[in-house]
């Protein structure tokens, strides 16, 4: 036991500093986003999210230890026991979870609540880097990659039943890790273009679309399909596809998704579409993130964050307190610290002595990745609002505690690299 709790000169401190300091750095904005100057508040006031946030930060540091005291062979051991259990889970919270925010994906513990998709995230991630760790293991088996697509589309279905798309679409970003261990890029390259494809339907009416697929389709045959049958079925086949996946996302959008999302969607095309409702909440952040200008208006004189014109301000929309109050400057010093960290975890990952390892560190950079670039994009408008936090620095326990088991199990597993065997 005391090789594995004296692993302290073998931790990637490096990683350990940027958490802390993202955490702390964090939590003072959490307090800026709540604080009223005429009630004399403090940050440690437990009524206020920021001496609830300081709670869970303490909880996080007891997590890390227990993290660091376990034996590193236990995550992957039990990482299908631990995907089955988060599963059932998962399965139980439309009939015993407490809706928050139009989200049924919550389970209420006293005053307090815990949201199992977030755990969902690195326990699926443990299940995924098991499955490729796994001896004799092949990307290029249909099987295996049949296997994986199951254990990342498993609990994004459960999670859509709970109205929580946000955090359901999190787990595509997997597909990075499937690349990264051999899948081909065709499929990443497909379901990029299916989104960017999503995306534009919004934008041109389908029968703009309908008419330049046939135009086209046309001009490629008179050119290439002359006494070529081959030529003729692959570009007919090709053009009725997409024509069939157009009108597929079109009524998914209008017949499938709630009014709720499909507004969001709408509103990410067109700015000004409906400015006192569903985009009342970006319109607002930008407002704030405007405002603050090169340098900020300063720590706790916010005025948008004073008078709470935007909703969630110390939740999904935390970065609207950093970009008012410390301004280009202050929001450039948060992406850096993202983009160093980020460029850190995939540093570790690639040191990685074995599949496991390393597969279960591209899951964390991913995961990472996805929630940084989505949670500042959709607070400036190049995303939908979709409810998903900033690592770190969005209030809330349940995915503080998340994210740090997220990272700190990759750093157990990273202190321990020289005693693995070799599986690459």
Same mark, same amino acid.
């Given at each position: 036991?005391?090789?594995e709790?004296?692993? =302290?000169?073998?931790?990637?401190?490096?990683?350990?500093l940027?958490?802390?300091?993202?955490?702390?750095?964090?939590?003072?904005?959490? !307090?800026?986003a709540?604080?009223?100057?005429?009630?004399?508040?403090?940050?440690? *006031?437990?009524?206020?999210?920021?001496?609830?946030?300081?709670?869970?930060?303490?909880?996080?540091?007891?997590? %890390?230890?227990?993290? %660091?005291?376990? @034996?590193?062979?236990?995550?992957?051991?039990?990482?299908?026991?631990?995907?089955?259990?988060?599963?059932?889970?998962?399965?139980?919270?439309?009939?015993?979870?407490?809706?928050?925010?139009?989200?049924?994906?919550?389970?209420?513990?006293?005053?307090?609540?815990?949201?199992?998709?977030? !755990?969902?995230?690195?326990?699926?991630?443990?299940?995924?880097?098991?499955?490729?760790?796994?001896?004799?293991?092949?990307?290029?088996?249909?099987?295996?990659?049949?296997?994986?697509?199951? /254990?990342?589309?498993?609990?994004?279905?459960?999670?859509?039943?709970?109205?929580?798309?946000?955090?359901?679409?999190?787990?595509l970003?997997?597909l990075v890790v499937?690349?990264?261990?051999?899948?081909?890029?065709?499929?990443?390259?497909?379901?990029?273009?299916m989104?960017?494809?999503?995306?534009?339907?919004?934008?041109? #009416?389908?029968?703009?679309?309908?008419?330049?697929?046939?135009?086209?389709?046309?001009? /490629?045959?008179?050119?290439?399909?002359?006494?070529?049958?081959?030529? %003729?079925?692959?570009?007919?086949f090709?053009?009725?596809? /997409?024509? $069939?996946?157009?009108?597929?996302f079109?009524?998914?959008?209008?017949?499938? $998704?709630?009014?709720?999302?499909?507004?969001?969607?709408?509103? $990410?095309?067109?700015?000004?579409? *409906?400015?006192?409702?569903i985009?009342?909440?970006?319109?607002?952040?930008?407002?704030? %993130?405007?405002?603050?200008?090169?340098?900020?208006?300063?720590?706790?004189?916010?005025?948008?964050? #004073?008078f @709470?014109?935007?909703?969630?301000?110390?939740?999904?929309?935390?970065?609207?307190?950093?970009?008012?109050?410390?301004?280009?400057?202050?929001s450039?010093?948060?992406?850096?610290?993202?983009?160093?960290? $980020?460029?850190?975890?995939?540093?570790?990952a690639?040191?990685?002595?074995?599949?496991?390892?390393?597969?279960?560190?591209? =899951?964390?950079? =991913?995961?990472?990745? !996805?929630? !940084?670039?989505?949670?500042?994009?959709?607070?400036?408008?190049?995303?939908?609002?979709?409810?998903?936090?900033?690592?770190?620095f969005?209030?809330?326990?349940?995915?503080?505690w998340?994210?740090?088991?997220?990272l700190?199990? /990759?750093?157990?597993?990273?202190?321990?690299?020289?005693?693995?065997l070799q599986?690459?």
């Open positions: 036991m005391s090789r709790v004296d692993i =302290s000169g073998k931790l990637d401190w490096v990683s350990v940027l958490y802390a300091l993202m955490v702390g750095l964090g939590w003072l904005n959490i !307090f800026a709540v604080y009223d100057e005429t009630a004399n508040q403090s940050i440690f *006031d437990m009524s206020l999210n920021s001496g609830r946030q300081l709670m869970f930060i303490a909880a996080a540091v007891l997590i %890390i230890f227990a993290i %660091i005291i376990v @034996d590193m062979r236990f995550y992957e051991t039990f990482a299908y026991i631990f995907y089955a259990i988060i599963l059932v889970a998962l399965l139980l919270i439309p009939f015993i979870g407490k809706e928050v925010g139009g989200n049924k994906s919550w389970i209420g513990v006293g005053s307090f609540g815990v949201q199992p998709s977030e !755990f969902a995230k690195f326990i699926t991630a443990l299940a995924v880097a098991r499955t490729i760790g796994s001896v004799g293991f092949r990307m290029d088996s249909v099987r295996n990659q049949g296997i994986l697509f199951v /254990l990342i589309l498993a609990p994004l279905a459960l999670i859509i039943l709970q109205k929580d798309f946000g955090t359901a679409i999190v787990f970003s997997f499937f690349y990264r261990e051999g899948m081909s890029p065709f499929i990443l390259i497909v379901g990029i273009s989104a960017a494809l999503a995306i534009l339907t919004l934008i041109v #009416k389908n029968q703009w679309y309908l008419h330049g697929i046939i135009g086209v389709a046309l001009v /490629l045959l008179i050119i290439f399909g002359k006494r070529n049958f081959k030529r %003729i079925a692959s570009l007919t090709g053009a009725l596809l /997409l024509i $069939l996946t157009i009108e597929s079109d009524y998914v959008i209008n017949n499938v $998704l709630p009014e709720r999302h499909k507004k969001r969607l709408e509103a $990410l095309v067109n700015p000004n579409f *409906d400015p006192m409702g985009n009342w909440n970006v319109t607002q952040s930008k407002i704030a %993130i405007g405002s603050g200008g090169f340098a900020g208006k300063g720590f706790l004189k916010g005025t948008q964050t #004073k @709470d014109f935007v909703p969630e301000q110390s939740t999904d929309f935390i970065f609207c307190t950093i970009g008012e109050e410390h301004g280009w400057m202050g450039l010093v948060v992406v850096a610290l993202f983009i160093v960290f $980020l460029q850190r975890i995939v540093f570790i690639e040191r990685q002595k074995n599949r496991f390892a390393r597969a279960y560190g591209y =899951s964390v950079a =991913s995961i990472f990745f !996805f929630h !940084f670039a989505v949670n500042i994009g959709m607070t400036i408008g190049l995303f939908p609002v979709i409810g998903i936090p900033l690592p770190f969005s209030y809330g326990g349940s995915a503080l998340s994210f740090t088991v997220l700190f199990i /990759l750093l157990k597993l990273d202190a321990h690299r020289s005693q693995v599986r690459i």
